[in-house]
Nanobody, 123 residues
Framework: QVQLVESGGGLVQAGGSLRLSCAASGRTFSSYAMAWFRQAPGKEREFVAAIRWSGGNTYYADSVKGRFTISRDNAKNTVYLQMNSLKPEDTAVYYC????????????????WGQGTQVTVSS
C-alpha cells in the first residue's frame, strides 16, 4: 500500500514558478509509476505528467510541455513537479497518483491518490 501527501501549492503571479512535492509512504515506492493530475473548478481531472519507476521515462500533457518537469527521488520516496512560466489557466488542485503497473494519462488506471494541493495563478 502507498499513502501520498502533496505539498508546495500556493498563490503565484503569472510567469512565476512553484515546485510541488509528493511524499509517499511504503517500502515499494521505488517500484511504482507516479503521476500528477489537476482539477479546476467545474472541470474533470486531467493528466499533467507521469514518470516511470526508474525515472528514465517521463510523459507530459501538451499544455505543460516545456514548462513543467516531473522528477523523483526514490531514496526520499518523493516525486516532484517543477512548474515554470505559470499561467492563470494552470490554476487547479493538483493531485499526486501512484500505480504499480501503469504509467500514462488515464486517470482511472491509478490506484493511489493524495488529497491534493491548491495552485492559484493570478494574472
Amino acid at each position: 500500500q502507498v499513502q501520498l501527501v502533496e505539498s508546495g501549492g500556493g498563490l503565484v503571479q503569472a510567469g512565476g514558478s512553484l515546485r510541488l512535492s509528493c511524499a509517499a509512504s511504503g517500502r515499494t515506492f521505488s517500484s511504482y509509476a507516479m503521476a500528477w493530475f489537476r482539477q479546476a473548478p467545474g472541470k474533470e481531472r486531467e493528466f499533467v505528467a507521469a514518470i516511470r519507476w526508474s525515472g528514465g521515462n517521463t510523459y507530459y500533457a501538451d499544455s505543460v510541455k516545456g514548462r513543467f518537469t516531473i522528477s523523483r527521488d526514490n531514496a526520499k520516496n518523493t516525486v516532484y513537479l517543477q512548474m515554470n512560466s505559470l499561467k492563470p489557466e494552470d490554476t487547479a488542485v493538483y493531485y499526486c497518483a501512484a500505480d504499480p503497473y501503469y504509467t500514462g494519462s488515464n486517470v482511472y488506471e491509478y490506484d493511489y491518490w493524495g488529497q491534493g494541493t491548491q495552485v492559484t495563478v493570478s494574472s
